[in-house]
């Protein structure tokens, strides 16, 4: 069975740091984009970072570019975005997804999703 688990969020204080891990069952990483994505109360899923698996390009969106980093440990087929600095705008459910052989994470186009887990960011 496919299966992509999120594990690390939980309740911090603005300012402080996360660390999530994406870990997959069935698959493997290999020449799967892996992206995170994020969705706050009331609002649409927006993607937050995203490596390639074409080119292995890392992308970010503007809101977290200095304070998220993605990186993947292909030996234990994991994908963790440690978060710093985190603003109480930070606060959602963070998703990790996977697609084959794409260059880019298009929410839309993604073959496998977790089902997310919690962060909260209290100010």
């Known amino acids: 069975e496919v299966q992509l688990v999120e594990s690390g969020g939980g309740l911090v204080q603005a300012g402080g740091s996360l660390r999530l891990s994406c870990g997959a069952s069935?698959?493997?990483?290999?020449?799967?984009?892996i992206g995170w994505f994020r969705q706050a109360p009331g609002k649409q899923r927006e993607g937050v970072s995203c490596?390639?698996?074409?080119?292995?390009?890392?992308y970010y969106a503007d809101s977290v570019k200095g304070r998220f980093t993605i990186s993947s440990d292909n030996a234990k087929n994991t994908v963790t975005l440690q978060m710093n600095s985190l603003k109480p705008e930070d606060t959602a459910v963070y998703y990790c997804a996977a697609d084959y052989d794409a260059a880019v994470c298009v929410p839309w186009d993604m073959d496998y999703w977790g089902k997310g887990t919690l962060v909260t960011v209290s100010s």
């Open positions: 490596l390639s698996s074409r080119d292995g390009r890392i």
């Open positions: 069935g698959f493997t990483f290999d020449n799967y984009a």
